[in-house]
């Protein structure tokens, strides 16, 4: 069965502390992405990467960095969390071409004490 | 831009009620739509999809039509079940190569026995 793997269903941090995300898929798609959701927000887009070591800035960059140094890894860094940051992270993958859905990890739901 | 609105919910049915919950949609191009369901917890999971226009998207009994005249993609069930309770997501993707999905808000659905 295909899947992304996101590492941590649940995660408690504190402030000022640096995060680390991790997400892996199986499928060899090209494409990968962070969105954070939020009660009366919807799906927000953080950071996005087309291939292996690009990345491109979403909706809401600020504060978040990302790394692909792998095809099938996409790593979510908050560099010093803060109680704002505190959601849920989906992760996803699609192949390129917009007849493409993406494939959802489970997530992970952060907060930041 | 692309966006896409969706009926506030939540929507509150009756076990075997027949069920829409509304799509529209503004893109540039012809863009590919996407139906996705999220139960409580986990991440998003693609129900169905259409490709270009007049195509029906169709699975677990759930569909949907991509009507270009109307931009729309309503999503129907002619008997939903408890089980069908969940946030349901309308989205779109335009382009080639390089494009992300566009997502609406989200409309919660809640089956009642």
Same mark, same amino acid.
């Given at each position: 069965d295909v899947k992304v793997t996101q590492s941590s269903r649940y995660l408690v941090k504190r402030t000022g502390e640096k995060v680390f995300l991790e997400c892996v898929q199986d499928?060899?798609?090209?494409?990968?992405?962070?969105?954070?959701?939020?009660?009366?927000?919807?799906?927000?887009?953080?950071?996005?990467?087309?291939?292996?070591?690009? &990345?491109? &800035?979403?909706d809401i960059p600020e504060g978040y960095s990302v790394s692909r140094e792998k095809k099938e890894r996409f790593s979510l860094i908050?560099?010093?969390?803060?109680?704002?940051?505190?959601?849920?992270?989906?992760?996803a993958s699609s192949f390129s071409g917009k007849d493409y859905g993406y494939t959802f990890g489970s997530g992970t739901r952060l907060t930041v004490v | 831009g692309n966006s896409v609105t969706?009926?506030?919910?939540?929507?509150?049915?009756?076990e075997e009620a027949f069920l829409t919950i509304n799509c529209t949609y503004t893109a540039t191009g012809y863009p590919s739509l996407f139906w996705y369901v999220q139960y409580p917890g986990e991440g998003l999971q693609l129900l169905l999809k259409a490709t270009k226009a007049d195509d029906k998207g169709s699975n &677990?009994?759930?569909?949907?039509?991509?009507?270009k005249e109307t931009t729309s993609f309503h999503l129907e069930k002619g008997s939903v079940q408890v089980s069908d309770s969940a946030v349901y997501f309308c989205a779109l993707r335009t382009g080639s190569g390089y494009s992300t999905l566009t997502f609406g808000k989200g409309t919660m659905l809640l089956v009642s026995p």
């Open positions: 499928m060899d798609h090209e494409n990968m992405f962070w969105y954070r959701q939020d009660p009366g927000l919807g799906l927000r887009l953080i950071y996005f990467s087309y291939d292996v070591k690009m &990345k491109e &800035k979403g908050l560099e010093s969390a803060s109680t704002n940051q505190t959601s849920m992270y989906l992760c | 969706q009926m506030e919910g939540p929507v509150t049915l009756s &677990k009994g759930f569909e949907a039509t991509y009507r």
